[in-house]
Every structure is written in C-alpha cells, then in structure tokens.
C-alpha cells in the first residue's frame, strides 16, 4: 500500500469515524437520560413563540457528579404554561423536544458550588431531578417563585 492510498483512507476513514462516535455519544446520552423523560414529557408540537428563550444552557439530569451533562448545549424556552426543552441542532438526534408544565413541578432549591449558582428541580414524577445554571435556571426559578406566591408548592 503506498502513501496515496493512506491519504485516502485516512480522508474517508476519519469523517466515517467521527461520525459513528458522535452518533454513538448522541444515543448514549439520550438513553441515559433524556429517554427517562419522553413517556411522561414529550413535546410534539412547535414551541410557543411568545416564550422566552435561552440559547445554549447548562442543564444536567440527575445528581452531580454522575448525572447526564448538557454543559450550554441546552435551548430552554420558558412561558406561561411552562418549560420547553430542546438541543440545538447539532445535539439534537434522539432527542425530541420536552414540555414540563409548571405543576409538574414538586421544588425548587437553589444550589450553589464553589462560585457557580444552579437551581435543581424535583418533579412530580418518578424521574430524575434537572439542574439548570445561568439565566436559565435563574428565570425558571423567578417564575415558579411567582407562580407560587414566593413559597414552595
């Protein structure tokens, strides 16, 4: 084999290769843990265009460490009638947008590590809990803190 043909393989090879692992990536997150929501938070239907949105979030289910991580590749959408997720395109394989309605929603609890503020929600439902940083997670706080007279549910 000479060099001509390692330039080529390497060429077609290495996009092929990067593509099945971002793939890869993709559904393994999906599976560990935005599947966890669809049954029960499934959107189907185009966001409102009245939301309020927040481009490249920081959102991570479950309890940190160990949970899945969505470090600013998270479109949060907040309204009246509740949150709106959804990844950019480029995350967004196997990832269907998400509707969590403000009553679906157990607590809120501001945390706060080393110099980083985030707000954990604990839903009414048997899933795990989201954690939002940034403005995200400070907007989604103010309005649930609104929609519940300054007091938990």
């Known amino acids: 084999m000479n060099e001509a043909h390692l330039v ?5 090879g290495f996009p092929l290769f990067f593509a099945a692992m971002w793939l890869i990536v993709t559904r393994i997150l999906s599976l560990l843990g935005w599947s966890k929501y669809l049954p029960a ?22 309890r ?15 309204d009246q009638h509740g949150i709106y997720l959804r990844p950019p395109v480029l995350f ?10 403000w009553e679906q929603i ?8 080393l110099w980083i503020k985030a707000w954990s929600l604990a839903l009414r439902r ?21 929609r519940h007279g300054g007091r938990p549910a």
């Open 41 to 62: 938070f499934a959107w189907d239907r185009s966001i409102p265009a009245d939301a309020r949105r927040f481009s490249w979030a920081t959102m991570v289910i479950g």
């Open 92 to 101: 967004r394989l196997f990832h269907p947008p998400l509707h969590i309605g």
């Open 126 to 146: 048997d899933v795990p809990i989201l954690t939002f940083g940034g403005g995200a997670g400070q907007a989604i706080y103010d309005h649930w803190q609104v």
């Open 8 to 12: 080529w393989i390497f060429a077609v």
């Open 106 to 113: 157990g607590s809120i609890e501001p945390r706060k590590t």
């Open 64 to 78: 940190f460490p160990g949970g899945v991580s969505y470090k600013n590749v998270m479109n949060v959408w907040l």
